[in-house]
């Protein structure tokens, strides 16, 4: 909608020097991709995909067919990297390798574990689908599985709460590690001077770790030696992972 533009221009120019990506849906074709990152100056271009949702949602959109060309023409028609984004149920590597396949080279695989968008829209019908409250890949076990495709770089998200958090995805091979709902609760909370303040604190404590670990580079973290246990681990064995 061209009236909701300046909605998004205002990022662009309260933010004139940082890092803004843009994002759209598997349903968008070029021209969507272009017009979007032209509106923010986006630096890179997230497509995001979100079947479990659109499928519970009432309204929600229940065909999904050429998804993968699409996005195989964004990637080969945009100046800037291309980031495709789950958004709550994790990727698994024949999704990831797929992807690579059509030109992808960055994943952010938005694991389950943080927000539950199936929760969501649920809540908004008459009858629930209540078993993909729980579906989906973990973010622990979707970052190893997307590092099975070694071309790929990876962004963790999905339920991640504190330094530790950010050091485990790291050693399991993401490339980097994004915050949503966690900060999100602090700004409405306690405003943006605690936000800010976490942030910093943050950083202290993963620096923290990496002390104890014995390492100076965040690129360090996958060389360090891990041991899983648990749900994780029963996970990897069973899709031949470790």
């Not at 923290?208 to 029963?234: A, P, R």
Request: with cysteine; glycine share 8%; net charge negative.
């Amino acid at each position: 909608d061209p009236q909701e533009a300046s909605s998004y221009t205002i990022v662009r120019k309260e933010n004139p020097n940082g890092i803004v990506i843009g994002n759209i849906g598997g349903e968008a074709t070029v021209d969507d991709a272009k017009r979007a990152i032209e509106m923010l100056k986006a630096n890179a271009l997230q497509i995001h995909l979100n079947v479990i949702q659109e499928m519970i949602m009432p309204e929600g959109d229940k065909s999904f067919k050429n998804i993968l060309y699409r996005i195989e023409e964004i990637c080969q028609s945009v100046s800037v990297p291309v980031i495709v984004k789950e958004v709550g149920c994790g990727m698994s590597k024949e999704t990831v390798a797929s992807l690579a396949n059509v030109g992808v080279e960055i994943v952010d695989i938005g694991g389950f574990g943080g927000t539950n968008f199936s929760k969501i829209e649920n809540k908004r019908r008459e009858r629930l689908l209540k078993y993909f409250n729980s579906w989906g890949i973990s973010t622990a076990a979707s970052i190893v599985e997307a590092r099975a495709v070694p071309s790929m770089e990876i962004i963790a998200t999905g339920g991640i709460q504190n330094a530790m958090d950010v050091a485990k995805c790291l050693s399991l091979g993401a490339s980097s590690v994004g915050i949503a709902g966690y900060f999100l609760k602090i700004y409405s909370e306690q405003g943006v001077d605690e936000l800010i303040k976490e942030i910093h604190l943050l950083h202290e404590e993963l620096t923290m770790i990496m002390t104890v670990l014995g390492i100076k580079k965040l690129n360090d973290f996958k060389f360090v030696k891990k041991v899983i246990s648990g749900e994780t681990y029963h996970w990897l064995h069973q899709r031949n992972l470790i």
